[in-house]
């Protein structure tokens, strides 16, 4: 027998051994997707880290729909994000602190802690050296395979003292954008023959400078670049404990594994398409719809097209639209809104209005699709998410999209920590380990020879 053949029969019994009747999650009472029927989540944890709110509970315990609300360690990004913008600065530095220690920082505090993340930023050789021999296409695996590398230059790995656990997440964020603007220009150097640069970081830039100079050096941005990079990153550092990504760090950090092997899964979950890879799958289903829409201005004609791809007829056949929907959201996502904001101004300046006009009817016929196809039995409003206005964003400030996965990851590596050092801390900690029931058959062994 052929090893495609045998790999091919193996997988064939996957047809059976993998059905389960929509039916026994009722019968058995199984929270699918850790869900409540009404789509809420089941109540797994408590943090003082994020909160995300898209509804309220009423009296009665039936759902109220809310306008999306993010607060960081009690503060609401928009305040957050506002005051930032209106005093034309960068902050992801303070949001990290904030994360990390509780509080804001004062001005003393700020700027030896952005003195300590700058001091961090430069990779080992050795680091630099593998990413240069990984090569590889895809920069969240690199990025995955890099963290897993530091457990070995790291003199005390496996300590999971508070101390030791705070001084390895403030390295990790602080060479997350090392690693991965090196691990573009290797791919850029390998795949597209371009001139190969390794730059330095620069000690007395901001994380986001930093990352656009060892990405495209001096020449290559400007200072709206810087702050709109770090406002994005601002926007995508938190998200509560229970997304995927953040949930998955949470869940390793409770068997006391090491803080490399734990971050490396949680970028294994943040690359899905369903999680921080929708970002880059709504650039590429954006680029698919102007393609495939003569009329940018004609609804008729994009409804027609966005009911196909729901019904898996069109685009990748997915039966999704990229960016729009989210476990806990339903009126809005506001970090949606705040990218919105900043994609409609940069489209202005860069004269890019059509697009940004095109990208907002898509948002507003998605919503309108997806909620007529589910009709009365729709149990929950949907919105766009943060992934849909990020992409372009990205796009309008010079950076391809290669990095935009690795982006997510280089803002939220702040949220793991957090959540991680929380896991790692609270009295009562218990190993997260919930249950399944099995519902297959009792199967008597039968020996070899007798098969
Ligand atoms: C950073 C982030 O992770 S943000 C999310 C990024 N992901 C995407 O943009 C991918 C597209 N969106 C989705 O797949 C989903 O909306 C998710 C995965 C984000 C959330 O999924 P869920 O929590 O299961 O959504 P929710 O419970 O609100 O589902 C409501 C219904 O609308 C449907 N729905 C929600 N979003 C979409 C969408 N974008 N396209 C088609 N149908 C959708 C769901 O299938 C669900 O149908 P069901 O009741 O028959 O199961
Ligand atoms: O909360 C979620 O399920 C996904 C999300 O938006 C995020 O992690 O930023």
């Given at each position: 027998?052929?090893?495609?053949?045998?790999?091919?029969?193996l997988?064939?019994?996957?047809k059976?051994?993998?059905k389960?009747?929509?039916?026994l999650?009722?019968?058995?009472?199984?929270?699918r997707?850790?869900?409540?029927?009404d789509?809420?989540?089941?109540l797994v944890?408590?943090t003082?880290v994020?909160?995300?709110?898209?509804?309220?509970?009423?009296?009665?315990?039936?759902l109220?729909?809310?306008p999306?609300?993010?607060l960081?360690r009690?503060?609401?990004?928009d305040d957050?994000?506002?005051?930032i913008?209106?005093?034309?600065?960068t902050?992801f530095?303070e949001?990290?602190?904030?994360?990390?220690?509780?509080?804001l920082?004062?001005?003393d505090?700020?700027?030896q802690f952005?003195?300590?993340?700058?001091?961090?930023?430069a990779?080992?050789?050795q680091?630099k050296m593998?990413i240069?021999?990984?090569e590889?296409?895809n920069?969240?695996?690199?990025?995955?395979?890099?963290?897993?590398?530091?457990y070995?230059?790291?003199?005390?790995?496996?300590d999971?003292?508070?101390e030791n656990?705070?001084r390895?997440s403030?390295d990790?964020?602080a060479?997350?954008?090392?690693?991965i603007?090196y691990a573009y220009?290797?791919?850029?150097?390998?795949?597209?023959?371009?001139s190969l640069?390794?730059?330095h970081?620069n000690?007395?830039?901001?994380?986001?400078e930093?990352?656009l100079?060892?990405?495209?050096?001096?020449?290559?941005?400007t200072?709206l670049d810087v702050?709109?990079?770090?406002?994005?990153?601002?926007i995508?550092a938190e998200?509560?404990?229970?997304?995927?990504?953040?949930f998955t760090?949470?869940?390793t950090?409770?068997t006391?594994t090491?803080?490399y092997?734990?971050?490396?899964?949680?970028?294994?979950?943040?690359k899905?398409?369903?999680?921080?890879?929708?970002?880059?799958q709504?650039?590429?289903m954006?680029e698919h719809?102007?393609e495939?829409?003569?009329?940018?201005?004609d609804?008729?004609?994009?409804?027609?097209?966005?009911a196909?791809?729901?019904?898996?007829e069109?685009y990748?056949k997915?039966?999704?639209?990229y960016g729009?929907?989210h476990?806990?959201?339903?009126?809005?996502d506001?970090?949606?809104s705040?990218?919105?904001e900043m994609?409609?101004?940069l489209?202005?300046?860069?004269g890019r209005?059509?697009?940004?006009e095109?990208?907002?009817?898509?948002?507003?016929r998605?919503?309108?699709a997806?909620?007529?196809r589910?009709?009365?039995k729709?149990?929950?409003?949907?919105c766009?998410?943060?992934?849909l206005?990020?992409g372009f964003?990205?796009?309008?400030?010079?950076?391809?999209?290669?990095?935009?996965?690795?982006l997510?990851?280089?803002?939220?590596?702040v949220?793991?920590?957090a959540?991680r050092?929380?896991?790692?801390?609270?009295d009562?900690r218990?190993i997260?380990?919930?249950a399944?029931?099995?519902?297959g058959d009792?199967?008597?062994?039968?020996?070899?020879k007798?098969r």
């Amino acid at each position: 027998m052929k090893n495609e053949f045998m790999i091919y029969k193996l997988s064939e019994t996957v047809k059976s051994t993998c059905k389960i009747e929509s039916e026994l999650f009722e019968k058995f009472n199984v929270k699918r997707g850790l869900r409540n029927a009404d789509h809420t989540g089941v109540l797994v944890g408590l943090t003082t880290v994020g909160d995300v709110l898209g509804y309220e509970r009423l009296e009665d315990g039936s759902l109220q729909a809310i306008p999306g609300k993010l607060l960081y360690r009690g503060i609401d990004i928009d305040d957050l994000v506002h005051s930032i913008q209106h005093e034309k600065r960068t902050g992801f530095e303070e949001v990290i602190f904030l994360l990390l220690s509780g509080y804001l920082p004062d001005k003393d505090e700020l700027k030896q802690f952005s003195r300590l993340l700058n001091e961090s930023m430069a990779l080992e050789k050795q680091t630099k050296m593998s990413i240069i021999q990984l090569e590889g296409q895809n920069i969240m695996n690199i990025l995955a395979r890099t963290v897993l590398e530091m457990y070995t230059y790291d003199e005390a790995p496996d300590d999971t003292t508070r101390e030791n656990l705070m001084r390895q997440s403030i390295d990790l964020v602080a060479k997350f954008p090392a690693i991965i603007a090196y691990a573009y220009n290797i791919l850029r150097h390998s795949a597209k023959g371009q001139s190969l640069h390794i730059r330095h970081p620069n000690e007395n830039f901001s994380i986001a400078e930093n990352f656009l100079y060892m990405m495209k050096g001096s020449n290559g941005y400007t200072n709206l670049d810087v702050r709109v990079l770090d406002l994005a990153m601002i926007i995508h550092a938190e998200h509560g404990g229970g997304n995927n990504s953040t949930f998955t760090v949470r869940v390793t950090s409770s068997t006391g594994t090491d803080t490399y092997s734990s971050i490396a899964a949680g970028i294994g979950s943040l690359k899905g398409p369903l999680h921080g890879g929708a970002n880059l799958q709504v650039c590429s289903m954006f680029e698919h719809l102007k393609e495939a829409i003569n009329d940018w201005t004609d609804v008729k004609e994009l409804d027609t097209y966005l009911a196909k791809m729901l019904n898996r007829e069109a685009y990748n056949k997915a039966g999704l639209i990229y960016g729009i929907g989210h476990a806990v959201y339903t009126i809005s996502d506001p970090r949606a809104s705040l990218l919105k904001e900043m994609a409609r101004d940069l489209a202005e300046e860069k004269g890019r209005q059509k697009e940004f006009e095109f990208l907002q009817l898509i948002e507003e016929r998605a919503i309108n699709a997806v909620m007529s196809r589910k009709g009365s039995k729709a149990k929950k409003q949907v919105c766009a998410n943060v992934d849909l206005y990020s992409g372009f964003v990205y796009e309008m400030i010079g950076l391809p999209k290669e990095v935009y996965t690795a982006l997510f990851a280089m803002s939220r590596i702040v949220g793991w920590c957090a959540h991680r050092i929380e896991e790692l801390n609270f009295d009562d900690r218990r190993i997260i380990r919930p249950a399944y029931k099995n519902i297959g058959d009792f199967v008597e062994f039968v020996s070899l020879k007798d098969r």
